[in-house]
């Protein structure tokens, strides 16, 4: 039987971890408010998620769909020259196998209804040339800070005044052209490819014009809340016909799960094996004593940049878990070489994992400290725990993010464009001993306003639940035009 009025989502994120994990969360909150959910991955993540993943337990409301990227199959897509060369092949190859799926959508006559709307990753807005080819509308969700998207708006304003670009000189000089952040951002905390040599660079170009894009959509989602980022949030606000700020999305997940008993666990490896045994490590060590360290799921290392931080943290002598995916250092040295050259040939203190169940971790009540890339994710995921973080930003938003943990939220030292190992055992001590009670009250306060927003009566909450009902008019509308048509 035709179920009429239930909305039918298509949710598209970029193909890339950071990115993949809160689109799931989204469609499973939105699966929880009796929506359809259709999830798009390109073919290569599809399989790397059924082999990490168990989504069929996990998500059994949920239609996964998968399209081809337009790489070869021997292509290694590993990860950050990938990303690059997706972000120029998208249109191109990827275009068109998304007209493909959303006219085998709009063909399927059961058990979904025709798509209601689309939610599309914000660095994906090609997708709504097709979207609207089908007369289906556009939500976007950019996955980055309200800071940083903020920042983003303002990357044509700061080549007309001749900020950017610029490279590895002057890094102090003070940003003063993007208004609401003037006494906070320095060249040095500009997103990473402002670095360059001239204003045609291509990555530049392409996020402005992928930043422009976003004002096409219907609305804005974006997994931040009022309570920590409602200066900026408001800011946008004057783009956007409506903007939905309804994050931390993993808290939000949490609380609709456990509310309704479902047993979809907090965190899951999506494109890497989890290693659990982590957790018991970290049941054996004293409260608050150990530094996680991580930096997510793209960023490559050099084997001098691992071997300074490897020597900074034996030297701050306090325990760490560190995750070194495989793909983590560019080159031929594994972590085995690089440890032989320190002084021992072995972690006393540490442990290292190739993939950790991050929420868990951060969430475990051994974990003190955590030295980040300040991705996104990571930054809320920390926010949400309640954890200080030392942030070692490299590329794109992390940049922003690092700044606002350590100058506006004040949960954390920046250590960024360094990376020397005297400078991370002073900023572990610091973080972990000198500094503990001040950092640590302020990541409660902060942990504590990012809760509020996903109670009932909080602003994420509240936000969810408009862009509940607007997705729901469209469609009803839908349903009106089928009716009379
Ligand atoms: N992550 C994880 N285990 C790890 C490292 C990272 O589960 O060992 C998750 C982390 O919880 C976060 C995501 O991967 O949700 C990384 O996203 P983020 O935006 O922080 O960084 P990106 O990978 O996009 O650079």
């Not at 949710?11 to 890339?16: I, Q, R």
């Not at 360059?196 to 974006?222: C, H, V």
């Not at 032989?340 to 040939?345: A, D, F, P, V």
């Not at 100058?407 to 020397?420: A, H, L, N």
Request: net charge negative; with cysteine; hydrophobic share 40%.
């Amino acid at each position: 039987m035709e179920k009429t009025g239930v909305p039918h989502v298509i949710f598209l994120p970029f193909p890339a971890q950071g990115h993949i994990k809160p689109m799931l969360n989204l469609a499973e909150i939105l699966s929880h408010a009796g929506f359809q959910a259709t999830f798009v991955n390109t073919e290569h993540n599809h399989h790397r998620i059924l082999h990490n993943t168990d989504i069929h337990d996990r998500f059994p409301k949920f239609q996964f769909k998968s399209i081809p990227d337009g790489f070869p199959s021997d292509h290694l897509r590993s990860d950050l020259l990938y990303i690059r060369d997706f972000f120029r092949s998208c249109r191109v190859a990827f275009k068109p196998a998304l007209r493909e799926l959303l006219i085998s959508l709009k063909e399927e006559k059961e058990p979904c209804q025709p798509p209601t709307c689309m939610i599309a990753d914000g660095i994906m807005c090609f997708a709504i040339d097709v979207a609207e080819e089908f007369e289906i509308s556009t939500i976007f969700f950019r996955t980055f800070s309200a800071h940083c998207l903020w920042t983003y708006f303002h990357l044509s304003k700061l080549i007309e005044e001749g900020e950017v670009p610029f490279q590895d000189e002057n890094l102090d000089k003070p940003i003063l052209c993007i208004p609401g952040l003037e006494n906070v951002l320095r060249r040095r905390d500009l997103p990473g490819f402002c670095r360059t040599e001239n204003a045609d660079d291509p990555i530049l170009q392409f996020f402005i014009k992928e930043t422009s894009a976003l004002t096409r959509g219907t609305g804005l989602i974006l997994n931040t809340m009022n309570e920590i980022e409602g200066l900026m949030i408001t800011r946008l606000g004057s783009f956007f016909n409506k903007v939905y700020a309804i994050g931390p999305l993993h808290a939000l997940k949490s609380r609709i799960n456990e509310n309704s008993s479902s047993s979809s666990t907090s965190s899951d490896g999506i494109l890497w094996k989890e290693d659990k045994k982590c957790l018991k490590w970290l049941d054996s060590k004293p409260s608050r004593s150990v530094l996680y360290v991580s930096f997510g799921s793209l960023i490559n290392l050099s084997g001098e940049q691992i071997l300074e931080l490897l020597h900074g943290l034996v030297n701050s002598e306090k325990s760490f878990l560190w995750v070194i995916r495989p793909d983590l250092i560019v080159g031929d040295a594994t972590i085995g070489d690089i440890l032989k050259e320190q002084e021992t040939g072995r972690l006393e203190r540490g442990l290292i994992v190739s993939w950790a169940p991050q929420e868990e971790v951060l969430l475990h009540p051994a974990i003190g400290g955590f030295l980040t890339h300040s991705g996104w994710n990571s930054t809320l995921e920390s926010i949400v725990a309640g954890v200080p973080m030392i942030c070692w930003p490299q590329m794109a938003d992390q940049q922003v993010n690092s700044r606002c943990v350590s100058e506006i939220w004040k949960i954390g030292f920046d250590m960024k464009d360094t990376c020397d190992r005297s400078i991370v055992e002073k900023l572990v001590r610091e973080l972990m001993d000198n500094n503990r009670e001040e950092m640590m009250e302020s990541a409660n306060k902060l942990a504590r306003l990012a809760r509020d927003s996903i109670e009932e009566d909080g602003s994420s909450c509240i936000n969810l639940e408009k862009l509940i009902q607007d997705i729901k008019s469209m469609s009803s509308s839908l349903t009106q035009v089928h009716i009379s048509g």
